[in-house]
């Protein structure tokens, strides 16, 4: 007799509903537990949804286009169908991993007439039937560009509405108000040969929040070092331990360390501005985004609570959510409610950059590689191990002295690891 199962969406976070854009499975297919079955995609992030269970897929219940939430039905799974272990020499993986879509050419979408206002204000008409089409995320991105979509005609399936086409008619706008003129379109196959090579989601939805950034908040950038001789040492003494464990000691977990510190004799940088009552949303809580390197592009996953944890606590939580990001395992509330933004290139290298405060945060700091270098001690030179620190703010929230002494202040905690322990 079948044993049929359901396979329901986990829990993704306090989001109203995401966006089914892939199937990676089909009705007739076996699959393994821990394999994935479709992608989902949120305002942030994709992710892939794993199945709980083994067996042959009975019947899909979703499409590419459908928006769920926790507890939906993905679909149906025949248990008796299949064992719990894929077939011997199978990779369940290989047979459904896809390479990312290709973005949809922008030549296709209708052009609609020409705006008389730059920064139209969205309006909802009150005809439903005239609503065209779209998912949560390309609405929230509609209204973050202030594009009425009411006016707009979808090029995608159907007539949908697709980013694409509300990122047009935001620089239409842009571009009729002679705020943001167009870059120009280059044949550049006429030089030679050329390859379209395409983003995939979270490079483009990384590009689009911090362009969105870029053009809302005014940027500085304040460039200082600190002296981590010390901390370096102890750091490598206490490696052994955190290998015992299972993970790594690394440098990144002081800086969690730290910047927990520094935010609360500061807590300016932990905090947002109000775009209602054009107020400040001052945070009692710590949570630090941390940004990583994927093999799909750069993601953000946060460690909540950064000022209630010890250095090995930050370290293991730091490694198991990295490990989960590199696997496209994040699940929305990994990526939620950072209040203020660490980014590491110390293990690559770099004298110093300017990071793009990650709105509606208002600081970032970014970390560069550190070198051994001659210090002036009074008296003589001594070597010592310096570290370039590149704190970008939101000049609307903190002024350059304010952030001067917050780098100062950083670089003081570093300098002695017992100021952690206070």
């Known amino acids: 007799m079948a044993q049929i199962r359901e396979i329901k969406v986990p829990d993704i976070g306090d989001i109203d509903g995401v966006e089914v854009v892939e199937l990676l499975v089909a009705p007739g297919d076996t699959v393994a537990v821990d394999q994935s079955l479709i992608t989902l995609e949120s305002d942030k992030a994709s992710m892939e949804v794993p199945s709980s269970a083994a067996g042959v897929v009975a019947e899909l219940r979703v499409a590419i286009g459908t928006i769920v939430v926790e507890g939906d039905v993905i679909l149906t799974l025949n248990e008796s169908a299949a064992g719990d272990e894929p077939s011997a020499g199978a990779d369940p993986y290989k047979t459904f991993r896809q390479e990312p879509r290709a973005p949809e050419p922008e030549m296709a979408s209708p052009s609609p007439p020409p705006r008389e206002h730059a920064r ?11 609503i065209p089409w779209a998912s949560p995320s390309t609405r929230k991105l509609a209204r973050d560009l202030g594009v009425d979509v009411s006016t ?30 167009e870059m120009p379109v280059i044949d550049f196959a006429k030089f030679g040969d050329v390859e379209i090579q395409p983003l ?17 908040v005014p940027h500085v950038t304040q460039f200082d070092e600190a002296d981590i001789t010390e901390l370096e040492a102890f ?55 941390v940004a990583v390197e994927t093999p799909k592009g750069l993601v953000v996953p946060v460690i909540r609570d950064a000022d209630k944890k010890r250095i090995l606590q930050l370290a293991e939580e730091l490694a198991e959510v990295s490990s989960r990001a590199r696997e ?39 970390v560069s ?30 002024d350059g002295a304010t952030a001067a002494r917050f780098t100062t202040y950083l670089a003081g905690v570093l300098s002695d690891v017992r100021n952690l322990l206070l």
């Open 328 to 366: 496209g395992k994040l699940t929305p509330s990994d990526i939620q409610g950072a209040s203020f933004t660490i980014s590491s290139l110390g293990g690559i290298g770099g004298t110093a950059f300017t990071p793009i405060v990650n709105a509606p945060e208002v600081a970032i700091l970014g």
């Open 235 to 289: 750091r490598r003494n206490s490696k052994p331990q955190a290998e015992t464990r299972g993970f790594k000691l690394t440098f990144v977990s002081f800086m969690l360390a730290a910047t927990a510190v520094a935010l609360r004799e500061f807590p300016r940088f932990n905090s947002s501005l109000d775009p209602v009552s054009g107020g400040l949303i001052a945070k009692r809580y710590t949570h630090l985004g």
């Open 369 to 398: 590689r550190a070198r051994m270098r001659p210090v002036w001690k009074g008296e003589e030179f001594v070597p010592r191990l310096m570290l370039p620190l590149s704190l970008s703010y939101d000049h609307r929230v903190i």
């Open 200 to 216: 995939t989601r979270i490079q483009r939805l990384t590009g689009e929040n911090l362009h969105r950034a870029w053009l809302h």
């Open 152 to 181: 707009l005609l979808g090029s995608g399936r159907d007539g949908r509405l697709t980013r694409s086409d509300v990122e047009a008619d935001a620089r239409r706008a842009a571009s009729a108000g002679s705020l943001l003129p």
């Open 120 to 130: 139209p204000v969205t309006i909802e008409p009150t005809d439903p039937a005239s």
